[in-house]
């Protein structure tokens, strides 16, 4: 089965610090994908990627970045992590658009 | 873009009881709508889903109806078990090489 790993389960910042969020899947998935899950909000897309070194913003990319300089790996990055930054962050990757997502375990950020 | 909004917000039902979770989508040319699973603390998994050329698909107590004319689609879930409380996300993909848009989610509780 697919697996897709996120490098940490909890991380905990300081405003203003550098994050960056790994995301690795290993079933050679063209599309990867970086949501936010907030109560009532649902899962808001912040950036996806279909193919080495491309990427595309999403709904809510303002103050993010991403990296993919692999197939298997994308990385999400808060240049300046901010409080209104604290949020549940999943990696998703599928081999099509139209295709099963499958998520990693996600990664709860607290910025304090 | 697309726009897929998701009723209710939240929903309970006696165990045994059907429940049923609908969602309206905008994009006429939306063609692929996954239904995915999240139970607390856990990641999304996809539990089914419905291309466009399909009205109706069913997977033991669960079933997915499409109308295409009227752009909804619904989530039914039979002879409920406590096992399916969850978030359930309906999403669409809309026209195009794009991702999923998801709804906001429905909380279902399943009281025994």
């Known amino acids: 089965d697919v697996k897709v790993t996120q490098s940490s389960r909890y991380l905990v910042k300081r405003t203003g610090e550098k994050v960056f969020l790994e995301c690795v899947q290993d079933m050679d998935h063209e599309n990867m994908f970086w949501y936010r899950q907030d109560p009532g909000l649902g899962l808001r897309l912040i950036y996806f990627s279909y193919d080495v070194k491309m990427k595309e913003k999403g709904d809510i990319p303002e103050g993010y970045s991403v990296s993919r300089e692999k197939k298997e790996r994308f990385s999400l990055i808060l240049e300046s992590a901010s409080t209104n930054q604290t949020s549940m962050y999943l990696c998703?990757?599928?081999?099509?658009?139209?295709?099963?997502?499958?998520f990693g375990s996600g990664t709860q950020l607290s910025v304090l | 873009g697309e726009n897929v909004e998701q009723h209710p917000s939240t929903l309970s039902v006696q165990e045994g009881d059907s429940a049923v979770i609908k969602c309206t989508y905008s994009d006429s040319a939306s063609n692929y709508f996954p239904w995915y699973k999240q139970e607390l603390g856990k990641r999304p998994q996809l539990i089914i889903d419905i291309r466009s050329n399909v009205g109706e698909k069913k997977d033991q107590r669960i079933a997915v109806t499409l109308n295409k004319t009227a752009k909804h689609f619904s989530l039914h879930i039979t002879e409920t078990q406590p096992e399916d409380s969850a978030v359930y996300f309906c999403?669409?993909?809309?026209?195009?090489?794009?991702?999923?848009?998801f709804g906001k989610g429905t909380r279902l509780s399943v009281i025994a």
């Open positions: 999403a669409a993909t809309p026209s195009g090489n794009t991702p999923l848009v």
């Open positions: 998703a990757s599928s081999l099509w658009f139209e295709e099963k997502l499958f």
